[in-house]
């Protein structure tokens, strides 16, 4: 599928969401670390309901991390 395929067919969608995108708390993280943070406190996999309607079927639920980082001082000559 073409990129003008994937606009035509998602162009109902608002425009923030076709540029978006998700990675994984390891990539995150990996990368939070990779450009001088440091991971003072990590608490994974905490649940979270984005929607939920006991009357129906409906149920969102996410698995979020809670963390905590602080920048490392870079000392220089």
């Known amino acids: 599928m073409t990129m003008k395929?994937?606009?035509r067919i998602h162009s109902?969608?608002?425009?923030r969401y076709l540029s978006s995108i998700d990675i994984s708390?390891?990539?995150a993280r990996e990368a939070?670390?990779?450009?001088?943070f440091?991971?003072?406190?990590?608490n994974v996999d905490n649940q979270s309901y984005y929607t939920n309607d006991e009357t129906s079927m409906m149920s969102t639920e996410f698995r979020c991390v809670f963390f905590v980082a602080k920048k490392k001082i870079q000392n220089h000559p």
């Open 5 to 7: 395929e994937y606009d």
């Open 25 to 27: 708390w390891e990539d």
């Open 12 to 15: 109902h969608l608002d425009q």
């Open 32 to 36: 939070l670390i990779n450009i001088g």
């Open 38 to 42: 440091e991971i003072v406190e990590e």
